[in-house]
């Protein structure tokens, strides 16, 4: 019979409908409505039956009622004058004894978006708001929150707001959550005025309400209690120990939000604190728990251990079997496992992630085969000791031919080749033997770069090469340039005793055809040059920290900021996470924990013994010495990024030759080495940061540069973020240190079409934990062609990685457009500090004390300032003299200097006043930085 | 919140469609036909945004049930209220089908006024919802003011889950204590990972309004209460019985912040059936089967398996319901099979031998052997040996879950904990049960 419902042909039922509706027999007239809902579900238009419709209403039929209600929800809009005629139903239902069914009419009203019908909603609703009846009261709550959707200003008008507010204190634990609920939507559009108001008092009503009320309830309160920054972390743990109980809850979304609170507010707990151990080991099990949930469940759970694995590995770094992939799991379950797995990948768990991975490498799944094998080769690259396994389980996986496993290891053991050079060549004879079935540019791309970074070791790499070189204007660009540079790469090596001049040749027209189309050339050379580090996939620090605040919603599944997702106004604010406040100081200042991105308090002086000092500022494993020589895997992964930034500056400088571009940049000298070890493989820090590496001015001819005369040493500004690669948006810029303070000078150029605005920048986490002190104040929209200045101050209190090199720094801007990254060099002697000058005694027995492997010689050469001139100089940028002793016509100077993280670096400079070459020797408990210190001295003395 | 909520058979027609945000338009329901129901490939996620709008699917049968929003849901929220519609559904009108969709769709049209208001959900539990919400809907009519107001306290009500003023003449409850033990083995017979989730099941039929107290054999109870000056070989001989409870979860009943600072599980019970908790168990897991797999390749066109499964509890005990899954090639063209116990098939349909035992004791072995003939083929890609799995239930909690007392009392009605009876059963199934060969 409903399936005769269903099937009405609209045409011919409208008119016998109408006779029906006006039938006077009851159950005719509810038939006949039912089949009018009905067609509505499957989308046919009913709205001629207006009045017929309405006309039912009014009834003491419930369920007649209600779906004459669920029929004005849907057409009202279309028919507003004829709306007006169920008003008085309304406001009568409104009146009725029935609680049941004043709430249904108050809550029915909200939806029907009619101006006309909005007025006389007001009075009804201020009464059911104040009901006896608590059903009637949460009915209303989320009335209030319906109609400020259809129209904000007549809430305000009418007061509602206020009325909402005093529902927080209501006696039943629903007409809370709901009141939580509807002030928390319509706070969202309203950013500014604190709706909510929360406080320790209003947060304990809720914190009682949270025990009490249903499960959707508790989701709403938890929600909201997201939203607060407690005072101190006294608050914060104490809130914290009343939302752990519902880690326990059978809901996951419970248990998830209630994990977005301890995830958030934790962050301001010191991680001494015996509770904060405590509260990292209650997170664990729930975690695990969400996973035996339904997979739709399990999915957002996942998405959501994802960043919390990012964010503190810590707390599920036991926990890696639960990860393992299932064979029935559904494919989106799977893949996420994998990401998770590999993110837990670490010496103690290897051998069994491997097996696993190996075994996944042969499932049906073909995304899932490729990630599998993917993460092969992640692990080579995340633990070393790994690598020989991995490689070894890679050639395995190889040998089943299976195309596409072939294709994807070959991509991966390209990437290790670059982490550890020199160390699996043996394996490229089976590699090479695969080239014919290789038909993926990014395996294609990553064969050609083996063939050419291990030529020498290849007896036919020429043919091969040229192999590749037949299909050459079907490539995609990333095949091309890994052609293009590698067919150079390879002249150079072969440069003296290859005689191939066919080869040599088509080298040199492609060189051409690059250098009559500069902007081509460029973005084919810089088009791929991964960054090899040991995560890979990062989600970019303040990003991870917004997410964090997300925990649970959509923004955490798409791991987007809702920004990216959502429309209009709501959810576009940025939430952050609170900063540490101690207890004792923060009394007077409630909001100073929201004010992340302001001068946050510096922590204790407290210089820690040299070992930890060293441990934790440089992130270094300490045993083995020659692990830090930074500059030699540099040089030979870079290759690449060599050839590029030689072409990038000769393309430039429109020097006409091949050859000499040839023999010149990739021979070896100084200033190309330079150039290597510099920008460390970030395509935009191609253009040449003169703020490192002592030749490149020259290179560049940037001898022009304005140096400060009083004051610290300013590095002209650079481009490091050219306009094509970010959509239009050109940057420049440079560091000064200026009055005690660090500051990122920026140029930014609109070369875009079209207005920038919503300028935003963050850092990655760096060596010394540079971050900016304040938002980068863009405040009018960057027209076409326009230019602004800014001045970024910046401070030392952000996280701390190291980085290769030390002083590279990974900058993350946003605008209305997109968000771009591109890393820069600051000239280390940015972090060297007013109060740096050591007294005698205390210097002579410090450098005395450091041993003298630390000590780091270094000649300046063709230096002619005497030693006056020079110490003025210095001092300048907080070089201190602390004295000076002449010998046998040589002058010597000892000087110190403080870093912005308490290391401290001793100098001795020996002029001599017959050879104009300057001695330098320097000694540091953190050799790490003296080759930095160093190249800082030359750039410093010579501006 | 929750835009808009659509239900739709296998073919995409939609069966109820309720819109709760002015956002969301009919648009939507076609959307997520075209570009989700009708898609050529397989689901990738149960999250799907088309152009800004967010909709999340789970499938139940052949029915497809999608929430959809605009904006920056709760996620999880979301997911689980789906579940519970489909839950309040069951509870009404039985299995999800097409059928009683569009049977119960003025049912459904109101529940989903109830249970969703403005795309909040509200009280969702099926004890409450009954009391107002029929099949024949007519209930509302002839009802009391205390009635009414009885109806409005309990939705809205601290225990929102039990209405007042049951009565039963015999005060009985039943409590299943429902084990799945997943296993993934590595051919060799090592345990790549193990763990038991289990649920307690409670059936209660309980006058009043009880205050129950449930205890079990969990560690860190059993040691607080040892060390608390139980006699000192009691406390060992309970500790070894003991089990390590990974993690657990509980029914809204359950008063968490007193579990948390006591561990105790203190509840008011739902009447009727209701899941009281699920927990998580990975140490000292009895697993009650092992299996042993043997496959040889002979040539390119044969296949030798060899399968051994060994029982591993008490010889007393029956394990039921066994079942071998052992899968084959795809290019299988012929199989024969040898078993020593049940019946053993070759199902070409789903690729696999089926190995069929009814009852096993503990501590018994059964074998199984068979020849898989195979076509030659082209394809270069190697089969990938899909894991064996196993299906059984056995009469114990594979955890070693014992449950060790549950208290009713009931202050106001004049009967005690002795007068209630009490039933508790013990069922293991196999969950994931799977062995690499």
Redesign the interface.
Known sequence: ETNKLYCTSVKCCIFELKAELNSDKKEKKKEAVKKVIASMTVGKDVSALFPDVVNCMQTDNLELKKLVYLYLMNYAKSQPDMAIMAVNTFVKDCEDPNPLIRALAVRTMGCIRVDKITEYLCEPLRKCLKDEDPYVRKTAAVCVAKLHDINAQLVEDQGFLDTLKDLISDSNPMVVANAVAALSEISESHPNCNLLDLNPQSINKLLTALNECTEWGQIFILDCLANYTPRDDRESQSICERVTPRLSHANSAVVLSAVKVLMKFMEMLPKDLDYYGTLLKKLAPPLVTLLSAEPELQYVALRNINLIVQKRPEILKHEMKVFFVKYNDPIYVKLEKLDIMIRLASQANIAQVLAELKEYATEVDVDFVRKAVRAIGRCAIKVEQSAERCVSTLLDLIQTKVNYVVQEAIVVIKDIFRKYPNKYESVIATLCENLDSLDEPEARAAMIWIVGEYAERIDNADELLESFLEGFHDESTQVTTQQNTQVLHKHTQNTPDSDNPDLRDRGYIYWRLLSTDPVAAKEVVLAEKPLISEETDLIEPTLLEELICHIGSLASVYHKPPNAFVEGSRGVQHKRLPARTASGESAESPDAGQSVGGVSDAPPAVIPSQGDLLGDLLNLDLAPPSASVPVVPASMQMGVDLLGGGLDSLVGLHRPSGSQYLSGDIGGSPIAVGLAGGTGGMPAGLGGTPAMGGGLGDLFDLGGGVGMATGSYVPPKAVWLPAMKAKGLEISGTFARRGGGIHMDLSLTNNAMSIMTDFAIQFNRNSFGLAPAGPLQVLTPLAQNQTIDVSLPLNTNGPIMKMEPLNNLQVAVKNNIDVFYFSCQYPISLLFVEDGKMDRQVFLATWKDIPSENETQYQIKDFHLNSDAASTKLQGSNVFTVAKRTVDAQDLLYQSIKLTNGIWALAELRIQSITPNYMLALKCRAPEVSQYICQCYELLLRN | ?IGGLFIYNHKG?????R?????IG?NA?DAFRVNVIHARQ??????T?IA?T?F???KRSNIWLAAV?????????V?????KMCDVMTAYFGKISEENI??N??LI??LL?EIL??G??????TGALKT?ITQQ??K??P?T?EE??Q???Q????I?WRREGIKYRRNELFLDVLESVNL?M?PQGQV??A?V?GRVVMKSYLSGMPECKFGMNDKIVIDKQGKAGASDEAGKSSGKQSIAI???????CV???K??SERSISFIPPDGEY?L??Y?TTKDIILPFRVIPLVREVGRTKLEVKVVIKSNFKPSLLAQKIEVRIPTPLNTSGVQVICMKGKAKYKASENAIVWKIKRMAGMKESQISAEIELLPTND???W????I?MNFEVPFAPSGLKVRYLKVFESKLNYSDHDVIKWVRYIGRSG?Y?T?C
Not at chain 2, 69 to 77: D, G, H, P, R, Y
Not at chain 2, 384 to 387: F, L, S
């Open positions: 919140m027609e939609v069966l109820i469609s819109v709760y945000r002015d956002d009919r329901v397989q689901v990738r996620s149960p999250v945004n800004r967010s999340f699917h789970v929003t605009k904006q920056n849901v709760n996620a999880a929220m997911f689980e209220f789906l579940y569009k049977n769709f003025v049209y109101e006024d208001d403005f909040y959900p509200q009280n969702s539990e107002f809907g007519i509302s009519q009802q003011k009414q107001s109806i409005t306290s939705v809205t009500g601290q929102g993934l590595s790549l990972s763990h989730s990974d993690d657990c979860t509980f029914h809204q008063r968490l912040s579990f948390d899941e908790m699920r998580r270069k890609k190697k990938a040996r899909p894991p799995s994931i799977e690499r």
